[in-house]
Every structure is written in structure tokens, then in C-alpha cells.
């Protein structure tokens, strides 16, 4: 069974620093690209980053360039998502979600399996 | 504000059949890129409905269908569920952002 579970999520101030991770399970991680998705409280989802199945390539929304750094461990089945410089619209809840296996990457990316999420808040 | 534009809201009775847009443009849909269409219950993750434009993983009801032509794709739900009530979502690839890109999602009331 596929399995997808984020840990992480805080409250932390603006300008602050928080490190999301994702540890997977059931499945052949190193085969797939994956991605974090955003949902801010009330609204819709936002693709925040994908990470190629050898962590070669990475792409970032543009709100998060410079900000967010997206890595992955296949020895350790893990994802993560270090996030700096945090605003106030940051705050989310983050979810991993498992990407396409195929070569094309972001240009055909699919979400098949997610995690719960993680909640990070950003506020004073 | 989303580069796929959805309705806010639809509904539909019972056994009805509704069908949810998502209207793109030149650089996403209408370049060729592969629509998919998740489903969000109240308090869950997201779930993916159709992937590929048109394919549904296993699982998923045939009740649900997806089509696309031009710069539009289109997720049909046939007799409707009280459990269909949910948020719908679409996405594609924006080549002009480079970038993953959802629609604003769909409401759908079952009356």
C-alpha cells in the first residue's frame, strides 16, 4: 500500500524558517518524481515544487524561488521541503503527493497518491 | 488568479448528470498538455479522479468521465451521489509559466 506522510508543520513568525518531510512507503520511491502542493486555509491548491527521480532537476513556483529549497533522499524513501524567508500567504497546508514516473516531469505531471498534509502556519 | 478557469460552483440532484469546466488557453490546454481532474471531500486530501485527459485510475467509478477539445477539458459525473459532493479540480502544464497549474475548483452540491 502506497503511503505518503508528511511531519513538520508548525507555527513559526514571519521571516522564519521550517523544514517539512515526507516519508514514503509502498512503492518504488526512486522511480517517480514528486511534488509538494499547497492549500491555503479556504481556498484552492497550488503546485509549489517537483524534484526529479535522481533529485537532477527541480522546479519551484515562482511565489517560492529563492525561498524554498525541495530535496529527497531515495535511501531513505524520504521527501522534504525546506522552507525560509516564510510570509504570512505561506501559510498552508503542504501536501506531498507522488508525480509522474515518466521522463517529461513537471510538462506531464499527475498526482496519483497524497499525503494528509502538514499545517504550517506563519503569523506573530 | 488561475491560468484554468472553473465555475465556482455546480449542482445537480440526485441521479442527475453534471459536467465541470476548465477553460485554458494556448500555452496549456490547448498545447496538448494532458489534463487530470482530482476530487477533494470535505477534510481530506485530494484524490485523482482522471489523469491523461480521459483515464481513470482503478477504481474510480465509471460514472466519472474526462474529455478536452480546443483550450477546454470537461469532467462529466453521471448519476449523481450524495458522496459526489466535494471539490473538483483540474490540471495541466502552463508552457508560458513553466509551471504545474490548477484550476480554482469546482464546488459541487448534490441537492
Known amino acids: 500500500e502506497v503511503q505518503l506522510v508528511e511531519s513538520g508543520g508548525d507555527l513559526v513568525q514571519p521571516g522564519g524558517s521550517l523544514r517539512l518531510s515526507c516519508a514514503a512507503s509502498g512503492f518504488t520511491f526512486s522511480r517517480y518524481w514528486m511534488s509538494w502542493v499547497r492549500q491555503a486555509p479556504g481556498k484552492g491548491l497550488e503546485w509549489v515544487a517537483n524534484i526529479k527521480q535522481d533529485g537532477s532537476e527541480k522546479h519551484y513556483v515562482a511565489s517560492v524561488k529563492g525561498r524554498f529549497t525541495i530535496s529527497r533522499d531515495n535511501a531513505k524513501n524520504s521527501l522534504s521541503l525546506q522552507m525560509n524567508s516564510l510570509k504570512a500567504e505561506d501559510t498552508a497546508i503542504y501536501y506531498c503527493?507522488?508525480?509522474?514516473?515518466?521522463?517529461?516531469?513537471?510538462?506531464?505531471?499527475?498526482?496519483?497518491?497524497w499525503g494528509q498534509g502538514a499545517l504550517a502556519t506563519v503569523s506573530s | 488568479q488561475s491560468v484554468l478557469t472553473q465555475s465556482p460552483s455546480v449542482s445537480g440532484a440526485p441521479g442527475q448528470r453534471v459536467t465541470i469546466s476548465c477553460t485554458g488557453s494556448s500555452s496549456n490546454i490547448g498545447a496538448g498538455y494532458e489534463v487530470h481532474w482530482y476530487q477533494q471531500l470535505p477534510g481530506a486530501a485530494p484524490k485523482l479522479l482522471i489523469y491523461?485527459?480521459?483515464h481513470r485510475p482503478s477504481g474510480v467509478p465509471d460514472r466519472f468521465s474526462g474529455s478536452k477539445s480546443g483550450t477546454s477539458a470537461s469532467l462529466a459525473i453521471t448519476g449523481l451521489q450524495a458522496d459526489d459532493e466535494a471539490d473538483y479540480y483540474c490540471?495541466?502544464?502552463?508552457?508560458?509559466?513553466?509551471?504545474?497549474?490548477f484550476g480554482g475548483g469546482t464546488k459541487l452540491t448534490v441537492l
Open positions: 503527493a507522488r508525480d509522474t514516473l515518466r521522463s517529461c516531469g513537471g510538462e506531464c505531471s499527475s498526482f496519483d497518491y
Open positions: 491523461g485527459d480521459i
Open positions: 490540471q495541466s502544464y502552463d508552457s508560458s509559466l513553466s509551471d504545474v497549474v
